[in-house]
């Protein structure tokens, strides 16, 4: 069901962006690293080890193989590695939606009293050999190609709208119930 909720959204997605012209992405590129990186900080109530089994029992709602895309899942250090992809799309000139391969990437989860961060990054598209998506970001390079913006905006659709998203609901502390004595 959480595939076909996916499906639908980047169906939508990738509608609205056929239907009007990506003029640019802003995506999130670490001063460091040089590599686009999404890093947020979360509080949220609950001691590490609540925090860490409520991103375990996330993965297996968001990922359809939760234990072959956890890599590391460490309780005592608090800490949950995961490697996945994203497939991306094109759209052909009838509006078909066409897939246009795979982009690798890594996140990370880190628990600690009271909250918990997620960081994801390593974006990596799948072709004969793996190409960083950093490069799609110039658009002054001799072999940049225009559909690398809408690639772009999928991902960071995928990222903020799907991934995040659902780790912040997932992780809401559950409301204990009270039965009423009669």
Known sequence: MKVFISIVILIFAM???????????????????????YKEVIEEPGTKDELFNRGS???HTFYANPWEVAKVRDKSTGLIKIQHQIRLYDMDKN?????????????????????????????????LSRYPVENWLDVTAD????????????????????????????????????EEDW
Do not use: C, H
Request: glycine residues 4%; hydrophobic residues 40%; proline residues 3%.
């Open 95 to 127: 509006g078909i939606k066409i897939s246009a391969g795979l982009v690798l990437y890594n996140a990370k989860l880190e628990f600690k009293d009271g909250r918990y961060r997620i960081v994801v990054d390593n974006f990596v598209s799948k072709e």
């Open 143 to 178: 072999n940049y190609k225009p559909k690398w913006k809408s690639y772009l905006a999928q991902i960071d659709s995928y990222v903020k709208n799907e991934l995040i998203k659902s780790l912040k609901a997932a992780m809401k502390p559950v409301k204990e119930i009270e």
């Open 57 to 59: 029992s996330w993965l």
């Open 15 to 37: 509608a609205s962006l056929s239907a009007q012209e990506i003029t640019s992405v802003n995506m999130p590129v670490d001063e460091n690293t040089g590599l686009i990186t």
